[in-house]
T-cell receptor, first 116, second 118 residues
Framework: AQKVTQAQTEISVVEKEDVTLDCVYETRDTTYYLFWYKQPPSGELVFLIRRNSFDEQNEISGRYSWNFQKSTSSFNFTITASQVVDSAVYFC?????????????FGTGTRLQVTL | GAVVSQHPSRVICKSGTSVKIECRSLDFQATTMFWYRQFPKQSLMLMAT?????????EQGVEKDKFLINHASLTLSTLTVTSAHPEDSSFYIC??????????????FGSGTRLTVV
C-alpha cells in the first residue's frame, strides 16, 4: 500500500529565511505521481507541483524548488526567502499509476508559520 | 482550466438531520470523483471513490449508509451525510478526475464544505 510521511508537523521561520519541507513516500509501483499542495486557512487546496516517477529532474518555480530523489524515496520542497503569505499547511501526496481511478494518498501535512 | 464547484461552502445543521454536498465539474467530464474528510489540524482522509453510473467504493471504516454518494452524471456528484451528529462535523472536499477536458494535473479539487452539526 502507498504511504506518505511528512515528519515535520510544524515549522516556524522568520521572513526571508529559507525553509525545506520533507516528504518521504512508499510505493510498490514503478509508475507513480508525486504532488505538493498548499492549504491556506480558507481551506481550499492549491496545487503546486506534480512530478512523475520517471522524471528526477529538480524543478524551480520562482521561490519554490523541489528535490526528487528516487534513491531515498523523497520529494522535498524548499521555499527560498519565505514570506508571511507562505504561511499555510503543505501536503505531499502520492498516486500510483495514472488511471483516472487512482487515488491520492496524502501525508499528514506540515504547518508552516512565517513571522515578521 | 478545469474547475470543480463545490457547495455549500459552509453549513450548520441540527443533529439528526441530513445534509447534501454537491460537486460539479464545470468544464470537463468527471468520470471519477473522490470524497475526502479532514478533521481540524489533520490530513485529508479518503472516504470513497465513485465512478459515474456505478456504486461508490468506500474506504475501510466509512459507513456507506451514513455517507451516501451519488454520481449519476459526468458533471455532478453528491455526498449526503444522513442523520448527522456532532462527530460528523468536519471539512469535506471533493476531487474530480476525468478524461476529456480534465486539467493538466489530473486531480481538480472543490473548495470544500465546512459542516458543523449542533
Amino acid at each position: 500500500a502507498q504511504k506518505v510521511t511528512q515528519a515535520q508537523t510544524e515549522i516556524s521561520v522568520v521572513e526571508k529565511e529559507d525553509v525545506t519541507l520533507d516528504c518521504v513516500y512508499e510505493t510498490r509501483d514503478t509508475t507513480y505521481y508525486l504532488f505538493w499542495y498548499k492549504q491556506p486557512p480558507s481551506g481550499e487546496l492549491v496545487f503546486l507541483i506534480r512530478r512523475n516517477s520517471f522524471d528526477e529532474q529538480n524543478e524551480i518555480s520562482g521561490r519554490y524548488s523541489w528535490n526528487f530523489q528516487k534513491s531515498t524515496s523523497s520529494f522535498n520542497f524548499t521555499i527560498t526567502a519565505s514570506q508571511v503569505v507562505d504561511s499555510a499547511v503543505y501536503f505531499c501526496a502520492l498516486s500510483e499509476n495514472t488511471g483516472t481511478a487512482s487515488k491520492l494518498t496524502f501525508g499528514t501535512g506540515t504547518r508552516l508559520q512565517v513571522t515578521l | 482550466g478545469a474547475v470543480v464547484s463545490q457547495h455549500p461552502s459552509r453549513v450548520i445543521c441540527k443533529s439528526g438531520t441530513s445534509v447534501k454536498i454537491e460537486c460539479r465539474s464545470l468544464d470537463f467530464q468527471a468520470t471519477t470523483m473522490f470524497w475526502y474528510r479532514q478533521f481540524p489540524k489533520q490530513s485529508l482522509m479518503l472516504m470513497a471513490t465513485s465512478n459515474e453510473g456505478s456504486k461508490a467504493t468506500y474506504e475501510q471504516g466509512v459507513e456507506k449508509d451514513k455517507f451516501l454518494i451519488n454520481h449519476a452524471s459526468l458533471t455532478l456528484s453528491t455526498l449526503t451525510v444522513t442523520s448527522a451528529h456532532p462527530e460528523d462535523s468536519s471539512f469535506y472536499i471533493c476531487s474530480a478526475r476525468g478524461g476529456t477536458g480534465e486539467g493538466p494535473y489530473g486531480y481538480t479539487f472543490g473548495s470544500g464544505t465546512r459542516l458543523t452539526v449542533v
